[in-house]
């Protein structure tokens, strides 16, 4: 069968998106296997957010298009300046966040979303009052971890 036509089946196939082989972008992250819907955050292996710059740890699910993280930074403890060349959703569930995103301060606490374009040095943490804890989604085009500014 001829490329075009093989990924007319598979659209996965000429997508620059999809890392080779279904393997996960982010080592350690579960990688979705085809058929495979839920998935038990609690089961899930635990990974670093960020190596080299950041406390957060958690469990990290990735399909093709999106790199899902349930996460979690100790009271007073969070991520050293960094970006990514992906853009990165970052809901609340429980604490307080400051962050740092390119020269803005902002604090979010339960509820609250916050974005992080693609590209943008960022920094931020939870506060010395208690652990935050949050959902984070990023677009696949890259792994979870960013690069420490």
Request: charged share 20%.
């Amino acid at each position: 069968m001829s490329e075009p036509a093989a990924a007319a089946r598979d659209p996965r196939a000429s997508d620059p998106t999809v890392s080779e082989h279904g393997a996960a972008r982010t080592p350690g992250a579960k990688r979705a296997a085809p058929g495979e819907y839920v998935f038990e955050l609690a089961k899930v292996n635990h990974i670093l957010g960020g190596p080299d710059y950041s406390t957060a740890n958690g469990a990290c699910v990735e399909g093709d298009r999106m790199i899902v993280g349930l996460m979690r930074m100790p009271a007073g403890t969070g991520a050293e300046p960094h970006s990514h060349p992906n853009e990165q959703w970052i809901y609340i569930l429980e604490g307080t966040f400051r962050a740092t995103i390119g020269d803005r301060p902002v604090e979010a606490g339960p509820g609250s979303l916050v974005y992080i374009p693609a590209g943008t040095i960022h920094s931020g943490g939870a506060t010395e009052a208690g652990d935050v804890l949050f959902f984070t989604v990023k677009d696949a085009s890259h792994s979870l971890h960013g690069i420490k500014a």
